[in-house]
């Protein structure tokens, strides 16, 4: 089956830095989302993205089909942004695969 | 205001004793999923259902149940609850294959 990675596994990141969170799958897709998962477990879309590039605000992300990776980028980091990060492919039928995340904490 | 709705938040029961978690939504999607969140393990699909009496088994369907009756919602059954189901459960939910799938905010479920 689809194989999903997510590096790094963790993040400590100082308030006001930039970060780059990345994805790689083991076969083409056709769909690749971004979530977060805040500190009470809620998980929150971030990007449809299964391919090019996208930006809402201080998040972007680009997804390379044909290498089968895709970024998410943060910058300007907030404590806000604390939580986890996952990635996750659509297997079809809406089974999403999901990475295993990255675990990111932003310092004051 | 687009969302998919579960219910019970939290719930803390014992062995055995059966329990329902609602999910509904309110977006007219056709697709419905359930998935459990477990520490080491990431988010895994239990059940999933493509419309309305129609459902299948995701990768770890031991244990549940479910039903799809009405388009907008789709409940998870736990007949014989046991303590190896103690988990965080999500329901999602999307408009058809490969379209953007929506999160309710999670069930953490403790089975004693």
């Known amino acids: 089956g689809i194989q999903v990675e997510q590096s790094p596994p963790d993040l400590i990141l100082q308030e006001g830095a930039n970060s780059t969170l990345r994805c790689n799958f083991s076969?083409?897709?056709?769909?690749l989302q971004w979530f977060h998962q805040n500190p009470w477990g809620q998980l929150i879309n971030l990007f449809y993205?299964?391919?090019g590039t996208k930006q809402n605000g201080r998040l972007s992300a680009t997804t390379v089909a044909t290498e089968r990776y895709s970024l998410l980028y943060i910058s300007s980091s907030q404590t806000t942004d604390s939580g986890v990060y996952f990635c996750?492919?659509?297997?079809?039928?809406?089974?999403?695969?999901f990475g295993k995340g990255t675990k990111l904490s932003v310092k004051p | 205001e687009a969302q998919v709705t579960q219910n019970p938040r939290y719930l803390i029961t014992v062995t055995g004793k059966k329990l329902t978690v609602t999910c509904s939504q309110n977006?007219?999607?056709?697709?419905m999923s359930w998935y459990r969140q477990d520490p080491g393990l990431g988010l895994r699909q239990i059940y999933y259902?493509?419309?309305?009496?129609?459902?299948d088994k995701g990768d770890v369907p031991e244990g549940y149940k479910v039903s799809r009756k009405e388009k907008r919602n789709f409940p998870l059954i736990l007949e014989s609850p046991s303590p190896n189901q103690t988990s965080l459960y999500f329901c999602?939910?999307?408009?058809?294959?490969?379209?953007?799938?929506?999160f309710g905010d999670g069930t953490r479920l403790s089975i004693l």
């Open positions: 999602a939910s999307g408009d058809r294959d490969y379209q953007p799938q929506h």
């Open positions: 076969d083409s897709v056709n769909n």
């Open positions: 993205i299964p391919s």
């Open positions: 996750a492919v659509d297997r079809s039928q809406g089974n999403l695969i």
């Open positions: 977006m007219n999607h056709e697709y």
């Open positions: 259902s493509m419309n309305v009496e129609v459902t």
